[in-house]
């Protein structure tokens, strides 16, 4: 992965975060005098239509990803053993030492693992985050259609 796609890989994970911290940080206060029985049904329907246009529900947790299987270094299993099958073959026919080659194919596709692991992680993160700043918009404008002023 080049370092540009690093970048832009964290990029999207600090505007998701910030994004994600929309929910967390919303004050609701009724402009129109509305009384604080009614705000908690307001905000009760608010909620349930927000949920029903994004899909999301920060209230419960978020469904289970399916991780690919890791090793305790976080490497998937055989990534090591196919780096250094292709470090080998290349090792021998460019400097004739299969050994050393094996070697470093085996690092190199242990590295790549790790990074294609946290890279995917980093995704799921940010795709969480995105769709909790969706809710937290839905619910303000739910809420600032009833006569909330929703900060």
Same mark, same amino acid.
């Not at 991780?67 to 073959?89: F, H």
């Given at each position: 992965? /080049? /370092?540009?796609?690093?970048?832009?890989?964290?990029?999207?994970?600090?505007?998701?975060?910030?994004?994600?911290?929309?929910?967390?940080?919303?004050?609701?206060?009724?402009?129109?005098?509305?009384?604080?029985?009614?705000?908690?049904?307001?905000?009760?329907?608010?909620?349930?239509?927000?949920?029903?246009?994004?899909?999301?529900?920060?209230?419960?947790?978020?469904?289970?990803?399916?991780?690919?299987?890791?090793?305790?270094?976080?490497?998937?299993?055989?990534?090591?053993?196919?780096?250094?099958?292709?470090?080998?073959?290349?090792?021998?026919?460019?400097?004739?030492?299969?050994?050393?080659?094996?070697?470093?194919?085996?690092?190199?596709?242990?590295?790549? /693992?790790?990074?294609?692991?946290?890279?995917?992680?980093?995704?799921?993160?940010?795709?969480?985050?995105?769709?909790?700043?969706?809710?937290?918009?839905?619910?303000?404008?739910?809420?600032?259609?009833?006569?909330?002023?929703?900060?």
């Amino acid at each position: 992965m /080049s /370092s540009r796609a690093w970048w832009n890989i964290a990029a999207l994970a600090a505007v998701a975060a910030l994004a994600g911290n929309a929910f967390a940080q919303q004050y609701v206060y009724p402009a129109k005098g509305q009384s604080s029985e009614q705000q908690k049904k307001d905000e009760a329907e608010c909620h349930k239509w927000a949920v029903g246009q994004t899909g999301v529900d920060p209230t419960k947790a978020p469904p289970a990803q399916a991780q690919p299987a890791t090793t305790p270094t976080g490497t998937q299993p055989g990534a090591g053993l196919r780096g250094a099958a292709r470090g080998a073959v290349v090792g021998e026919i460019v400097g004739g030492d299969a050994g050393a080659g094996a070697a470093a194919g085996a690092v190199a596709a242990r590295g790549q /693992s790790r990074r294609q692991g946290a890279a995917q992680q980093q995704t799921a993160q940010a795709q969480q985050s995105q769709a909790t700043g969706a809710y937290a918009k839905a619910r303000a404008a739910c809420l600032e259609g009833r006569g909330y002023s929703v900060k």
